[in-house]
């Protein structure tokens, strides 16, 4: 099936400074990606839809200046939080969605657990 | 907004036991899927069921649909203890370009 890599797994990081988080599809072309957050034990939180070449679209309540995603590429993805701070602490999951007859479903990136000291 | 409740939350059983876990959600749906998560990882996707079907076996997998409900259900059947995971479903509404609203979780744990 369809891979997604996300790097890095696990980011530790001071308050005000920037992280970047990478998502790529590595053998197969994703148009589209989606960005999510989890907290511990609960479900995944939609943050973002991310299209190749376009501006990415965001849910309600996260912010665009806060949370910058680039999707040059269309095997490439990128979340970044922007003057990070412990509330932003989290778990987030990257995924594309198939090609072809698996198009309906979701391939998801095995996740990076970012804390902020 | 999530829009699939799941229940229960979490469900312990034993190895060889089966598991059933529900989801319930609110709007209309193209499909509907289920995915599994082990702690700290990404999601692995199990089973999708369209809306015009009403179950589906894959291995040791079933899920059933019920659309007039607003309801579909996971069984597991001779469970074991590598089933051990959170378990998710997750409605597509099937517009273009729709994303995957997932459910809360169930949490399972099977006891060797």
């Known amino acids: 099936g369809a891979v997604v890599s996300q790097h890095p797994s696990r980011v530790i990081c001071k308050s005000g400074t920037s992280v970047k988080i990478e998502c790529r599809s590595l053998?197969?072309?994703?148009?589209?990606m989606f960005w999510y957050r989890q907290f511990p034990k609960q479900s995944l939180m939609l943050m973002a839809t991310?299209?190749?070449?376009?501006?990415?679209?965001?849910e309600q309540g996260v912010e665009k200046d806060k949370f910058l995603i680039n999707h040059a590429s269309l095997t490439l993805s990128t979340l970044t939080v922007t003057s990070a701070h412990p509330e932003d602490s989290s778990f987030y999951i990257c995924?594309?969605?198939?090609?072809?007859?698996?198009?309906?479903?979701?391939?998801f990136g095995s996740g990076t657990q970012l804390s902020v000291l | 907004s999530q829009q699939g409740e799941e229940d229960p939350q979490a469900l312990s059983i034993q190895e060889g036991e089966n598991a059933t876990m529900n989801c319930s959600y609110k709007t209309s749906i193209n499909n509907l899927q289920w995915y599994r998560q082990n702690s700290g990882r990404g999601l692995v996707h199990l089973i999708l069921?369209?809306?015009?079907?009403r179950e589906k076996h894959s291995g040791r997998l079933r899920v059933t649909l019920d659309t007039s409900k607003k309801s579909s259900s996971l069984l597991i059947t001779a469970s074991r203890a590598a089933d051990t995971a959170s378990y998710f479903c997750?409605?597509?509404?099937?517009?273009?370009?729709?994303?995957?609203?997932f459910g809360e979780g169930t949490q399972l744990t099977v006891n060797p």
């Open positions: 991310s299209n190749e070449g376009s501006k990415a679209t965001y």
């Open positions: 053998d197969f072309q994703a148009t589209t």
């Open positions: 069921i369209r809306s015009n079907e």
């Open positions: 997750a409605t597509d509404e099937g517009t273009s370009g729709s994303r995957l609203t």
């Open positions: 995924s594309a969605r198939g090609q072809g007859g698996s198009n309906e479903k979701l391939f």
